[in-house]
């Protein structure tokens, strides 16, 4: 199993920015796809971003152009950057690896961190 550790999460003013880590317990290049997932009070989990072994990224229409996902292999990271914050950011983020063990798909989740924009 892949052990994900998210970490910082804040309050920030709207128009700030803030970058997420996401700390990952094995090489990532075994990892097909890494995402950053959010869910608000009441909400569902929403996809944020994703990105997968080949270096393509994904994200979703509300953050396009404020956030980019990125990883370092050798530090086996992901990270968020948050631009360009809005109140209707404010959630808890949630690091996610998506992987295959042989022929069965795993998808293993962080604890999440919050994220609090103040209008």
């Known amino acids: 199993q892949v052990h994900l550790v998210e970490s910082g999460g804040g309050l920030v003013q709207a128009g700030g920015s803030l970058r997420l880590s996401c700390a990952v317990s094995?090489?990532?290049?075994?990892?097909?796809?890494m995402g950053w997932y959010r869910q608000a009070p009441e909400k569902q989990r929403e996809l944020v971003a994703t990105?997968?072994?080949?270096?393509?990224?994904r994200y979703a229409d509300s953050v396009k152009g404020r956030f980019t996902v990125s990883k370092d292999n050798a530090k086996n990271t992901v990270w968020l950057q948050m631009n360009s914050l809005r109140p209707e950011d404010t959630a808890t983020y949630y690091c996610?690896?998506?992987?295959?063990?042989?022929?069965?798909?795993?998808?293993?989740w962080g604890q999440g961190t919050q994220v609090t924009i103040s209008s």
């Open positions: 094995q090489s990532i290049f075994s990892i097909n796809v």
């Open positions: 996610n690896a998506g992987y295959f063990n042989g022929a069965t798909y795993y998808s293993n």
């Open positions: 990105l997968n072994s080949g270096g393509s990224t």
